[in-house]
């Protein structure tokens, strides 16, 4: 193979990788635009070099990228309780994988097809869920719980708070964000955001966790949360 040839497949592993991986920074994920980047040119170097081996070995080793991609995304996956969370993660690494593979064997418009059904997967079946698993939410027997999360920072960080305060909410599946309200006129150069949150039962340490997530933010000076009210669904 000319050294050309192997540059564009390269590039073009690259390039895909990188725009699944744009998708992952935007919403924050563990495995963002590098990792997903460097999976999908990793596993076309390897197919690469299997074709420059011949023979039997482009199976092989495309087997072998398979199966080492199943490691890495074990990785990402994390234990929280009863909850398991980093799958979707590690299933963009595995399609990011595949992405990679098909770029090198020189098959440009079926890995782009596969890099664009994985971003429109994240962008139009994210919200789709989410709204099946509000009826879930809102049809479940068990006793549900409501939060007030008082957040108090600079003005010129204010969306950026609320941003990721929605973001990381739109990720857990026990909670749903019911209102979300912010006040400038607290004092100069300060706003106070305000933030009710329903959860299927008590959720005081996923609270606890995303209250310190936001406490890490640069000035945020005060983050506090309360339980307001519990009921049962029936």
Same mark, same amino acid.
């Given at each position: 193979?000319?050294?050309?040839? /192997? %540059? ?26 590098? !990792? ?9 170097? /390897? ?14 080793? %495309? ?7 199943? /490691? ?19 299933? !963009? ?8 593979? #098909? ?11 596969? %890099? ?20 879930? /939410?809102?049809?479940?027997?068990? %006793? +549900? ?11 010129? @960080? ?8 929605? +973001? ?11 209102? #979300?309200?912010?006040?400038? !006129? ?16 008590? +959720? ?9 997530? #936001? ?7 005060? @983050? ?5 009210? !519990?009921?049962?669904?029936?």
């Amino acid at each position: 193979m000319v050294i050309f040839e /192997f %540059a564009l497949r390269l590039l073009a592993a690259l390039l895909l990788g990188a725009a699944v991986g744009s998708e992952r920074q935007w919403r924050q994920k563990n495995a963002g635009l590098r !990792t997903n980047t460097l999976v999908s040119l990793g596993s076309a170097a /390897f197919v690469l070099l299997s074709i420059e081996i011949g023979g039997d070995a482009t199976g092989r080793i %495309a087997s072998y990228v398979v199966s080492g991609i199943g /490691f890495l995304g074990a990785g990402v996956i994390m234990k929280d309780g009863l909850n398991v969370h980093g799958l979707n993660t590690a299933a !963009t690494i595995w399609c990011s994988a595949a992405v990679g593979a #098909l770029s090198g064997l020189g098959l440009y418009p079926q890995a782009a097809l596969v %890099a664009a059904a994985i971003i429109l997967t994240h962008l139009i079946f994210r919200p789709i869920g989410q709204r099946m698993g509000f009826i879930k /939410f809102s049809k479940s027997a068990v %006793a +549900q719980t409501d939060y007030l999360v008082s957040i108090r920072c600079g003005i010129a @960080i204010e969306n950026h708070i609320r941003v990721l305060l929605i +973001q990381m909410l739109g990720n857990e599946e026990k909670v749903l964000l019911t209102s #979300l309200s912010s006040d400038d !006129t607290v004092e100069a150069n300060a706003a106070a955001i305000t933030a009710v949150i329903k959860a299927v039962g008590q +959720q005081d340490s996923l609270i606890e966790r995303i209250a310190s997530r #936001l406490t890490m933010e640069e000035k945020v000076s005060k @983050i506090s949360w309360e339980i307001i009210g !519990t009921e049962a669904d029936l």
